[in-house]
């Protein structure tokens, strides 16, 4: 007889992994040489500034993730603080609870981590870690809170977060000098240790949100395939093309189905999203 139940669990737990691996790369974007790209004045973000989103797996929702800006002191400078949390939701979270909390306080001006904390809950799996950032000697203080550690590791220049690279490619990307199809690297810190990830510029594609019809920018993470994704091409990521640079969108092609996070609400932006209405010709609207 078939054991619906125990199918079911192996689903959903397989399902959630995906899922946090995925929510992570809705977070993790490029760190490469975008430093010159934009002047400081560009300010698609700031203080207050909410974004919520809701991961479908078909018709299923499964996850909720916030990510929020305020504003902090750390020895006594300025500084942004982005928060995001994770949590599974509804059948899901009966079969596999998440709670996952992340904190990443950055300088505005260059985005560059001074100090990140990672505080997680994943079926069963804790970890609870700070790490602080040297950019100057390029070197990260990692205190295992959990363990009662403290390591020392070498970085790589401009390192970035599991939060703040996000941030860093909404201020410093350009897309009049980069190519569509070219391809760069990921340099990040995240977990103690150095990682890179290849990550492909695809171009301009307009994508049907809740809001209306939004013009994005369109990114795509090298991945190889495997028992759960198709190969490359298999995630996807849209930023809004518009002075916020949101990312509104993330898609991961499976073997089986695939999964997506839409952006469900926003407040606090730093400019007004631009919503596509097409009448006998394309205009633009504010939201």
């Known amino acids: 007889m078939i054991n619906y139940k125990i199918i079911l669990t ?15 790369v809705l977070l993790i974007s490029t760190n490469f040489a975008f430093s010159q790209l934009q002047t400081n004045n560009f300010k698609p973000f700031k203080a207050g500034e909410s ?8 018709i299923f929702n499964a996850s909720y993730a916030s990510l929020k800006l305020s504003e902090e002191t750390i020895n006594d400078s300025s500084v942004i603080l982005a928060s995001g949390y994770g949590k599974t939701i509804g059948l899901a979270r009966l079969f596999f609870k998440v709670e996952d909390y992340y904190s990443s306080y950055f300088k505005q001006d260059k985005v560059q981590p001074v100090l990140f904390k990672r505080n997680i809950y994943e079926g069963g799996y804790t970890k609870n870690l700070e790490v602080e ?18 390591e020392v590791f070498e970085t790589k220049n401009n390192v970035q977060d599991l939060i703040s690279a996000l941030y860093y490619l909404r201020k410093n990307f350009s897309e009049e000098e980069t190519q569509i199809g070219e391809e760069f690297k990921i340099n990040m810190f995240y977990d103690s240790k150095n990682r890179e990830l290849p990550l492909k510029y ?19 993470p090298t991945t190889n395939r495997s028992r759960i994704f198709k190969g490359e091409g298999s995630i996807t990521i849209w930023l809004t093309n518009d002075k916020n640079r949101i990312p509104i969108r993330v898609q991961a ?6 999964i997506k996070a839409d952006l469900e609400k926003f407040s606090g932006v730093a400019n007004p999203l631009q919503i596509i209405i097409e009448n006998w010709w394309k205009e633009y609207c504010q939201y």
Do not use: P, W
């Open 10 to 24: 192996n689903f959903v737990v397989l399902k959630m992994k995906i899922i946090n691996l995925y929510l992570q």
């Open 51 to 58: 974004l919520e989103y809701i991961v479908h797996y078909g």
């Open 133 to 150: 950032f040297d950019q100057n000697n390029n070197k990260a203080i990692v205190n295992n809170i959990k363990k009662q550690t403290t």
């Open 202 to 220: 695809q171009g301009r594609e307009v994508i049907k949100s809740k809001f209306g019809k939004i013009e994005c920018l369109k990114f795509m």
């Open 253 to 258: 092609d499976l073997l089986v189905g695939s």
